[in-house]
């Protein structure tokens, strides 16, 4: 193996570190919506929401911005999440 100069060393565990955090986060945010999917199917909702989808993708890219984080991006990430999310509720749905 080689030697890894220390700042790069640093820098690359400080990336492993917000890693490890994305996932966790993620995790908690599939749990949410594994509940509003449920109380979806129980209230006989539809799966997918476009109007909260729509509010939720212009906060995200507002929030983005405002980070420094291309808004493009931070859109592509949520649309992917979202996907999810909808076919995880059409699953619940169909029981």
């Given amino acids: 193996m080689s030697d890894v100069p220390p700042e790069l060393a640093r820098l690359r565990s400080s990336i492993d570190n917000i ?6 986060l993620l995790a908690e945010r599939f749990k949410c919506t594994q509940q509003v999917g ?8 539809p799966p997918a929401d476009p109007a909260r989808e729509e509010r939720q993708i212009a906060r995200l890219r ?3 911005d405002e980070s420094g984080l291309d808004p493009e991006f931070a859109e592509k990430f949520i649309n992917f999440v979202i996907a999810e999310v909808i076919h995880h509720h059409r699953t619940i749905a169909q029981g």
């Fill in 19 to 24: 890693d490890a955090a994305l996932v966790h």
């Fill in 38 to 45: 449920e109380l979806k199917a129980r209230e006989g909702l």
């Fill in 62 to 64: 507002g929030l983005a």
